[in-house]
Antibody, heavy 122, light 108 residues
Framework: QVQLVQSGAEVEKPGASVKVSCKTS????????INWVRQAPGQGLEWMGW????????NYAQNFQGRVTLTADTPTGAAYMELRSLRSDDTAIYYC???????????????WGQGTLVTVSS | EIVLTQSPGTLSLSPGESATLSCRTS???????LAWYQQKPGQAPRLLIY???NRATGIPDRFSGSGSGTDFTLTISRVEPDDFAVYYC??????????FGQGTKLEI
């Protein structure tokens, strides 16, 4: 079965960086893009970006341009999200989510990771 | 950027009733690029419906989507106890590629 398993919770200081992993299984990795979505405590969903697992192309939300990097490792079937210059308002649950195909960044998400809580606090 | 506004913020119903959740977009969009998700406390969202009539795997036909232009609706017929959750609409395929509504909480 399709699974996306994310790395554990992180606590970081303001100004630091965090890298969250998303290890996939149960399907052919390069056939489906991976998106990252975050959710601040008690808030809604915010799309951060997409990566093509086929060729590494990326598309980032404007709010995160220059501060986020998405990568994918085809041999291991893992995707990564690195967020830099962390602020307290980056405290959120970060989700990876598989797109329904590899056709591009604008597709809905059919499978999600369990989420990774990132807390930014001094 | 297209803004999605969901209403009501909270919908209180009893099991067996029908739920009608609204998603209004700031510009006209095709129903082909509208999706709905369900999120229960402590869980990741789950895709329910995308496009005009595509239910995701395992989603019962009690869930249906409709609408056009700027007004879209998720209907849940015969609400069951397991349906009480927060529901989000999503516009995809635009610029930016994804935007979400703020959510509607369906409560008992």
């Amino acid at each position: 079965q399709v699974q996306l398993v994310q790395s554990g919770a992180e606590v970081e200081k303001p100004g630091a960086s965090v890298k969250v992993s998303c290890k996939t299984s149960g399907y052919t990795f390069i056939n489906f893009g991976i998106n990252w979505v975050r959710q601040a405590p008690g808030q809604g969903l915010e799309w951060m970006g997409w990566i093509s697992t086929y060729n590494g192309n990326t598309n980032y939300a404007q709010n995160f341009q220059g501060r986020v990097t998405l990568t994918a490792d085809t041999p291991t079937g893992a995707a990564y999200m690195e967020l830099r210059s962390l602020r307290s308002d980056d405290t959120a649950i970060y989700y990876c989510a598989r797109a329904i195909s590899a056709a591009g960044p604008g597709l809905p998400f059919d499978y999600w990771g369990q989420g990774t809580l990132v807390t930014v606090s001094s | 950027e297209i803004v999605l506004t969901q209403s009501p913020g909270t919908l209180s119903l009893s099991p067996g009733e029908s739920a009608t959740l609204s998603c209004r977009t700031s510009q006209s969009v095709s129903s082909s690029y509208l999706a709905w998700y369900q999120q229960k406390p402590g869980q990741a969202p789950r895709l329910l419906i995308y496009g005009p009539s595509n239910r995701a795997t395992g989603i019962p036909d009690r869930f249906s989507g409709s609408g056009s232009g700027t007004d879209f609706t998720l209907t849940i017929s015969r609400v069951e106890p397991d349906d009480f959750a927060v529901y989000y609409c999503q516009h995809f395929g635009g610029s930016p590629p994804h935007t979400f509504g703020q959510g509607t909480k369906l409560e008992i």
